[in-house]
C-alpha cells in the first residue's frame, strides 16, 4: 500500500519532531534574516552541513547579543517540519554564543559600535564645572550608594544643592528609566547629572549597558558622569559619559572642591597677596619719592628762584660793567668838559658882550629916553605911529615921561 506525500511527510515530521523534543546544536551562523514581524530566520552551518533555523519573536526579544554573520553559537530549542516545503529546521528557544557568555559578547559587540559611531571620542566629551552648584543624582533613593554620594558631597562642598531622581538600577526597566531620568534632568539646568550605583555582577550592572542609556548620555547637553560599581567594573556609560568615577563616594570627590583645601588656598593666596601688596605699596612709595624730588627740581618755583638768582647776578654783573664803562668814560669826558666849560665861557663872554652891545642900542632907540631930550611920543588910538602916516585933521596923542597932550593935525609939511 503506497502512502500520499503528505501522509509520508507527516510520519516524518510526528518522527523528528517527537525524537528531537530536545537539541543543541553548535554552529556558524549565515544567511540571518530579520522580518518585520520580529521572527529570525538564519542557517547553522559547519564544515560538513548546513540546517535552517528560525528564532519567533518572543525569544528573539530575551537576547542579549546581536546575531552577525559567521559568529559560532550554541542553538538550542527543536527539530520541527514545515509540512509545505519538507523541509526540517531547528525552532530556536536560546542562542548563546560558542565559548563566551551572551552578555560579555553584547557588551564588546555594543561597544565596538558605538565607538565607531563616536560616542566615546575624548573631543565630544564636555568640560565639569570646578565649582558646581546644582548637581543631579540619578540613582536608587534606597541604595547605598546615594547615601555615600550625600556624605562625601556635604563634607566637601556645602554650597551645593543635589536632587536626586529615584530610578531602578538593575532589572528589566531600570536602563528605560535611567535614560529618561538623563533626558528630564537635562531640561532642567544643573551643572552635572551622575549616574550611578554600588558594585554587584555583570547582570545587576547591565542597565548601564544597555543602548537607551547610552543614546541618553550622548544627547545630553549637561555634563555627565558615569559612577557605576567597583573599580574593576566597567560598563557602557562609563565610556559615553563626560567622566568616568571608578565608585559613587569617589565620584564625588572627583566633581567637587574640597571646601577646607579651598580654604587653605585662599589663606596661602592672602598672604601672598598682602606681601604683594606691601611690596608694591613700598615700590609705589620709592617711585613717589624719586617723583616729589624730581619734580621740586624741574618744578616752576624752582625754576624761577634759579632765574632770579641769574637776573641778581647778572645784575652785579651789569653794575660792575657799567661802574667800570662810567669810570672809563669818566676819565675821557674831563678833558671834554675842560674844553667844553672853556667853550662855554667864551660863548658866554661874547654873548654878553653882544648883549651890551644890544642893550646899548635898545637904551639909545627907547623913546622915553628920547622924550626926555625934548622928544614926545607920537600915537593913535593906542598905536605908536610916525608922523609920516598922519593926515590933516586926525586926532593924535603926544606923551613924554610926564604928560600926554591930544592934538589934531593942522598941517603936514615934507622937510625935503
Given at each position: 500500500?503506497s502512502l500520499t506525500v503528505g501522509a509520508l511527510t507527516e510520519q516524518i515530521k510526528n518522527l523528528l519532531e517527537t525524537t528531537f523534543l530536545h537539541v543543541s546544536v553548535e554552529g556558524e551562523l549565515s544567511r540571518i534574516t530579520r522580518h518585520n514581524s520580529g521572527?529570525?530566520?538564519?542557517?547553522?552551518?559547519?564544515?560538513?552541513?548546513?540546517?535552517?533555523?528560525?528564532?519567533?519573536?518572543?525569544?528573539?526579544?530575551?537576547?542579549?547579543?546581536?546575531?552577525?554573520?559567521?559568529?559560532?553559537?550554541?542553538?538550542?530549542?527543536?527539530?520541527?517540519?514545515?509540512?509545505?516545503?519538507?523541509?526540517?529546521?531547528?525552532?530556536?528557544?536560546?542562542?548563546?554564543?560558542?565559548?563566551?557568555?551572551?552578555?560579555?559578547?553584547?557588551?564588546?559587540?555594543?561597544?565596538?559600535?558605538?565607538?565607531?559611531?563616536?560616542?566615546?571620542?575624548?573631543?565630544?566629551?564636555?568640560?565639569?564645572?570646578?565649582?558646581?552648584?546644582?548637581?543631579?543624582?540619578?540613582?536608587?533613593?534606597?541604595?547605598?550608594?546615594?547615601?555615600?554620594?550625600?556624605?562625601?558631597?556635604?563634607?566637601?562642598?556645602?554650597?551645593?544643592?543635589?536632587?536626586?531622581?529615584?530610578?531602578?538600577?538593575?532589572?528589566?526597566?531600570?536602563?528605560?528609566?535611567?535614560?529618561?531620568?538623563?533626558?528630564?534632568?537635562?531640561?532642567?539646568?544643573?551643572?552635572?547629572?551622575?549616574?550611578?550605583?554600588?558594585?554587584?555582577?555583570?547582570?545587576?550592572?547591565?542597565?548601564?549597558?544597555?543602548?537607551?542609556?547610552?543614546?541618553?548620555?550622548?544627547?545630553?547637553?549637561?555634563?555627565?558622569?558615569?559612577?557605576?560599581?567597583?573599580?574593576?567594573?566597567?560598563?557602557?556609560?562609563?565610556?559615553?559619559?563626560?567622566?568616568?568615577?571608578?565608585?559613587?563616594?569617589?565620584?564625588?570627590?572627583?566633581?567637587?572642591?574640597?571646601?577646607?583645601?579651598?580654604?587653605?588656598?585662599?589663606?596661602?593666596?592672602?598672604?601672598?597677596?598682602?606681601?604683594?601688596?606691601?611690596?608694591?605699596?613700598?615700590?609705589?612709595?620709592?617711585?613717589?619719592?624719586?617723583?616729589?624730588?624730581?619734580?621740586?627740581?624741574?618744578?616752576?618755583?624752582?625754576?624761577?628762584?634759579?632765574?632770579?638768582?641769574?637776573?641778581?647776578?647778572?645784575?652785579?654783573?651789569?653794575?660792575?660793567?657799567?661802574?667800570?664803562?662810567?669810570?672809563?668814560?669818566?676819565?675821557?669826558?674831563?678833558?671834554?668838559?675842560?674844553?667844553?666849560?672853556?667853550?662855554?665861557?667864551?660863548?658866554?663872554?661874547?654873548?654878553?658882550?653882544?648883549?651890551?652891545?644890544?642893550?646899548?642900542?635898545?637904551?639909545?632907540?627907547?623913546?622915553?629916553?628920547?622924550?626926555?631930550?625934548?622928544?614926545?611920543?607920537?600915537?593913535?588910538?593906542?598905536?605908536?605911529?610916525?608922523?609920516?602916516?598922519?593926515?590933516?585933521?586926525?586926532?593924535?596923542?603926544?606923551?613924554?615921561?610926564?604928560?600926554?597932550?591930544?592934538?589934531?593935525?593942522?598941517?603936514?609939511?615934507?622937510?625935503?
Amino acid at each position: 500500500m503506497s502512502l500520499t506525500v503528505g501522509a509520508l511527510t507527516e510520519q516524518i515530521k510526528n518522527l523528528l519532531e517527537t525524537t528531537f523534543l530536545h537539541v543543541s546544536v553548535e554552529g556558524e551562523l549565515s544567511r540571518i534574516t530579520r522580518h518585520n514581524s520580529g521572527h529570525i530566520y538564519f542557517t547553522l552551518k559547519d564544515a560538513d552541513a548546513t540546517i535552517s533555523a528560525v528564532m519567533f519573536r518572543a525569544n528573539a526579544a530575551g537576547l542579549k547579543f546581536r546575531l552577525e554573520e559567521g559568529l559560532k553559537v550554541v542553538v538550542s530549542g527543536s527539530i520541527t517540519v514545515y509540512k509545505p516545503s519538507g523541509n526540517y529546521q531547528i525552532r530556536a528557544l536560546s542562542i548563546a554564543p560558542a565559548g563566551q557568555g551572551a552578555l560579555a559578547l553584547a557588551y564588546e559587540q555594543l561597544k565596538k559600535e558605538l565607538s565607531e559611531l563616536g560616542y566615546f571620542d575624548a573631543a565630544r566629551k564636555k568640560s565639569l564645572p570646578r565649582y558646581p552648584r546644582r548637581i543631579a543624582l540619578i540613582t536608587s533613593a534606597t541604595g547605598a550608594a546615594l547615601q555615600d554620594m550625600l556624605r562625601v558631597a556635604s563634607g566637601r562642598w556645602r554650597a551645593l544643592h543635589v536632587s536626586v531622581f529615584d530610578v531602578l538600577v538593575q532589572g528589566e526597566s531600570a536602563a528605560l528609566q535611567i535614560a529618561q531620568a538623563i533626558g528630564r534632568a537635562d531640561t532642567m539646568g544643573f551643572d552635572m547629572i551622575v549616574i550611578g550605583r554600588g558594585g554587584g555582577s555583570v547582570e545587576d550592572l547591565w542597565a548601564f549597558n544597555e543602548r537607551v542609556v547610552a543614546d541618553a548620555l550622548f544627547a545630553a547637553q549637561t555634563p555627565t558622569v558615569s559612577a557605576v560599581g567597583h573599580e574593576i567594573d566597567w560598563v557602557i556609560s562609563d565610556f559615553v559619559a563626560d567622566l568616568r568615577a571608578p565608585t559613587p563616594s569617589a565620584a564625588m570627590q572627583l566633581i567637587l572642591p574640597d571646601q577646607h583645601e579651598l580654604l587653605q588656598g585662599i589663606d596661602v593666596m592672602m598672604t601672598r597677596l598682602e606681601r604683594e601688596v606691601l611690596r608694591q605699596l613700598a615700590k609705589k612709595s620709592e617711585a613717589l619719592s624719586y617723583m616729589q624730588e624730581s619734580l621740586k627740581r624741574h618744578s616752576i618755583e624752582r625754576k624761577i628762584e634759579a632765574h632770579a638768582q641769574s637776573i641778581v647776578q647778572l645784575r652785579v654783573q651789569m653794575n660792575q660793567q657799567m661802574g667800570q664803562k662810567l669810570a672809563h668814560h669818566a676819565q675821557s669826558l674831563s678833558p671834554l668838559r675842560e674844553a667844553f666849560d672853556r667853550a662855554v665861557r667864551q660863548k658866554l663872554s661874547i654873548a654878553a658882550q653882544q648883549l651890551s652891545q644890544l642893550c646899548a642900542a635898545v637904551q639909545s632907540s627907547d623913546p622915553k629916553l628920547r622924550v626926555a631930550r625934548g622928544f614926545a611920543q607920537v600915537s593913535q588910538e593906542g598905536k605908536v605911529v610916525t608922523l609920516e602916516a598922519l593926515h590933516v585933521d586926525e586926532i593924535v596923542d603926544l606923551a613924554d615921561e610926564k604928560v600926554t597932550v591930544r592934538a589934531r593935525v593942522v598941517e603936514k609939511r615934507a622937510l625935503r
